[in-house]
């Protein structure tokens, strides 16, 4: 059974930091590219970051510089480090594990972002 856990998320002021963890069981964790992702009520699920097996990463625009993801194969866990936060951040943050035609979803975790 795949099981995908976030935690990590909760309420910020802006300019603040969080860290997000998502940890995996029941995948060869270290052969599955990890995603992180977030939704706003409204609008698509859109992905802000990604981390290959082989470790190359990538990050969508608005969070380049700010946000950095990074994965302990030892521990089965990917993180995403988020610095200089903004309200426009706020959504649920969503970790995906893929590998060719398997995709797995956690449960979500909540990050707002607010004065």
């Known amino acids: 059974q795949v099981q995908l856990v976030e935690s990590g998320g909760g309420l910020v002021q802006p300019g603040g930091s969080l860290r997000l963890s998502c940890a995996a069981s029941?995948?060869?964790?270290?052969?599955?590219?990890m995603n992180w992702y977030r939704q706003v009520p409204g609008k698509q699920r859109e992905l802000v970051a990604g981390?290959?097996?082989?470790?190359?990463?990538n990050y969508e625009d608005s969070v380049k510089g700010r946000f950095t993801i990074s994965r302990d194969n030892a521990k089965n866990t990917v993180y995403l480090q988020m610095n200089s936060l903004k309200p426009e951040d706020t959504a649920v943050y969503y970790c995906n594990a893929v590998q060719f035609g398997s995709s797995y979803w956690g449960q979500g975790t909540q990050v707002t972002v607010s004065s």
């Open positions: 029941g995948i060869m964790f270290r052969f599955y590219d």
């Open positions: 981390i290959t097996s082989g470790r190359s990463t």
